[in-house]
């Protein structure tokens, strides 16, 4: 049996007994007589300045918070005990023994197990807090459709190019919507526009008035006479 005195939570110091290691370097701890219940359990991290709840794996956190009495070390003496006390209905073909079932051994990067921070500082710097490499991918998870969800990006595609036809000398502002278009065009090629849209607006207001008269015309020549 391993005694540590260990500074944490909101006691001086806390002596308890080490119960298991995990592959991040924390310790586990356990005291029933000397705390309440609730407190009786804590981890004294492996790196202190870079830590948080979500640093404990999933095997421990289920001891952490009394969900179980057994450390993820002794799980499998715990089955094999828990077994004994099965007595089988039925004859069976599954694969397993018990309900636990086949299970990975899942190996985080840098043992960090909230993905969420898996992720780059900027764009090509990576992440030096958690040591992530620049240019590595994003480890968290994004909804399809997200702008940062890979499998949603599209390729950039033009549908016209403002400049066609020029110079390949002159640089061309080609866009890939209306919108883009808009925002690409001068101040001059805006009014031009404007002056065109407008002379065109005006054409077919004319039109419309001139075939409105034609109409009334030929109503008024029409009024009158008799069809035998």
Known sequence: MVWRINQNGDYPFKIGTLMGVD????????NRIDFPFGQHRWVEPADIHNYDASSIPPEWHGW???ANDTTPDTEEIYFQNAKQNIAPICHSDAPFDNAVGHQEKLFNFH????????????????NPIVGLPPGAPDAYYTQPGSVYNTTSMKPLTFVGDLDQGKPDSVKHRKYKSDKWAERLRTSEEKAAIAKQVAEEQAKIAAEALNASKRARKMRNLGSGTMIA
């Open 23 to 30: 592959a991040a370097g924390n310790k586990y701890y356990e």
């Open 64 to 66: 952490m918070v009394s």
């Open 111 to 126: 043992h960090l197990h909230n993905q969420t921070s898996v992720r780059s500082r900027g764009y090509n710097i990576g």
